[in-house]
């Protein structure tokens, strides 16, 4: 054996041996001197796994699909809430939203709100390990630069004294190791970059071509649509490109944990805000460096089709990083010699914006089954910001006036919503055909109902108490003011045959 392979062997096996003492309370991590790997999150918004790696027509993801190549790809990931202060509130705590107060969309920016005692933020834990962190902005040291930045979102519905992060500057990275850092992106996000995204790419996608969901109409509009979120997933896989590349350059890939992943599920029509999987389904993709032992049944290039929840990602980092999470967290690690193999993955909505709502969800390998607190409610009660930014509800509105809707996409426009919902993910992956009545599926909703009432009392789920009216109507106000008048232009313009219903 040549010396410098033993030497790289002997420094893996101490590291392992090292992060074991560590991780087992047994190494004050402060004194240890092995090395550590930094850790990298990329985050987009408003994405699910609609990549070439994951066998999704249409759309071109070489930079993704690369990395998924490298590293493993996780096939059922779910973020625990499908909108993004809500999610991002759970994964960045490794807490269920619900059991910290964080499930209403942007709630408790002015109130003084503070996390639960002994509820941290991931690079609070990470700093005390003497990780340098970063939420990154500048991604290439030129300030003009508009493409090839991080967006340094966070939008968590708690009040944060201090910094949360030590940087926003990709500069800093290498100087400063171990590091954990994430980039957030914006292009799968309804906006300007979304809007703008088929400019950055070599090929849009072929509106022509894309395959739809069936409960979406077969119109052109629709298809417009969907191929501009496919021009979106592919100016994000250019960007990833970047990064990735920009790892290689300044000699951090092979020290460095690579992590895609999406803060919840697709910006369009019964994704967003809806937590079914086209909510909560996000792409997974970790890629270990070489410079470190991989976990123990580690097989890059390949696929892993357990259920992982998002708060799962925020305590194996944890791990990752040598740390041992606490024991009041609810992510669980997923990699490592204590890696956790869930039965189950949990997840809700609560308001969003101006709507006020609750649903709670439980998925199992082949089943979902969703519980409606407000069945009275239609499935598509107001919410001016989707009215606005989601062209196919507007569509599907006059398609239903002239009777040309088929019965899964007109159900989206029932004035009401069944109380129970089951899917069998395995024959209606677009969870269509609801089975809560079935009889021949009576046992399955009756494990998949008591595990859904066991987790939120043992999760202490504050969805049970209603907000402050006043909370409400100053979200409803905001609302208005920014939307009414914009919506009733656009439905002008457009000649909608079914105007927006506004109050």
């Known amino acids: 054996m040549s010396k410098p392979t033993l030497i790289s062997q002997l420094r893996k096996s101490a590291g392992w041996c090292l992060a074991g003492l560590m991780a087992a309370g047994l190494l004050n991590l402060a004194a240890a001197e092995a090395p550590r790997p930094n850790i990298l999150w990329l985050i987009a918004e408003d994405m699910g796994p609609e990549l070439a790696c ?73 700093r005390d390990a003497g990780y340098f962190t970063a939420n990154l902005v500048n991604l290439t040291g030129d300030p003009d630069e508009r493409f090839f930045r991080g967006t340094g979102k966070t939008d968590w519905n708690f009040a944060y004294e201090g910094r949360p992060f030590d940087s926003a500057v ?49 119109h052109p509009e629709a298809r417009a649509d969907w191929a501009q979120y496919l021009n979106a997933v592919m100016a994000l896989d250019r960007k990833i490109g970047y990064v990735l590349d920009q790892l290689e350059a ?67 980092t944890l791990r990752m990083a040598g740390v041992k999470p606490p024991l009041t967290m609810q992510g669980r690690p997923f990699l490592g010699e204590d890696a956790v193999t869930r039965q189950f993955v949990f997840g809700g909505r609560d308001r969003g914006d101006e709507t006020v709502d609750r649903i709670r969800t439980v998925r199992s390998l082949r089943y979902r089954y969703l519980r409606n607190y407000h069945p009275d409610r239609p499935f598509l009660q107001l919410n001016r910001y989707k009215e606005f930014s989601y062209p196919v509800i507007s569509l599907m509105r006059d398609l239903a006036a002239e009777g040309r809707l088929d019965e899964a996409q007109a159900r989206l426009l029932a004035p009401t919503r069944p109380p129970e919902e089951l899917y069998d993910l395995e024959s209606d992956p677009y969870e269509i055909h609801n089975l809560a009545a079935s009889p ?59 105007p927006t219903p506004l109050p």
């Open 250 to 316: 300044d000699g951090l890939a092979d020290r460095t944990i690579v992590v895609f992943m999406a803060d919840h599920g697709r910006a369009m029509i019964r994704g967003k805000q809806w937590p079914y999987d086209s909510g909560l389904h996000i792409p997974l993709i970790i890629r270990w460096p070489a410079a470190f032992p991989t976990p123990p049944g580690w097989r890059a290039g390949e696929v892993d089709e357990r259920l992982v929840a998002s708060i799962d990602l925020t305590a194996t």
């Open 440 to 498: 021949a599926h009576e046992d399955v909703l009756r494990q998949l109902r008591a595990a859904l009432d066991t987790w939120i009392v043992e999760s202490n789920d504050q969805g049970r108490f209603p907000e402050p009216p006043e909370v409400i109507a100053a979200f409803e106000q905001q609302m208005r003011q920014a939307y009414d008048a914009r919506i009733r232009q656009r439905d002008l313009r457009l000649h909608r045959k079914v």
């Open 170 to 218: 990709w500069s800093d990275l290498p100087g400063h190791q171990p590091f954990y850092a994430q980039i957030n992106f914006s292009e799968t996000h309804r906006g300007a970059e979304w809007n703008s995204a088929h400019q950055h790419i070599e090929q849009p996608a072929d509106p022509d071509e894309v395959v739809l969901p069936p409960y979406y109409p077969d």
């Open 54 to 126: 994951y066998g999704h027509p249409g759309v071109r993801t070489p930079n993704l699909d690369r990395l998924a190549a490298q590293g493993v790809r996780f096939t059922r990931a779910f973020t625990v809430a499908p909108v993004c202060s809500a999610s991002r509130s759970a994964f960045m705590t490794g807490m269920y939203q619900t059991s910290i107060g964080a499930h209403n969309h942007r709630s408790h920016r002015d109130d003084g709100f503070a996390l639960p005692p002994g509820v941290r933020v991931l690079t609070d834990w990470l």
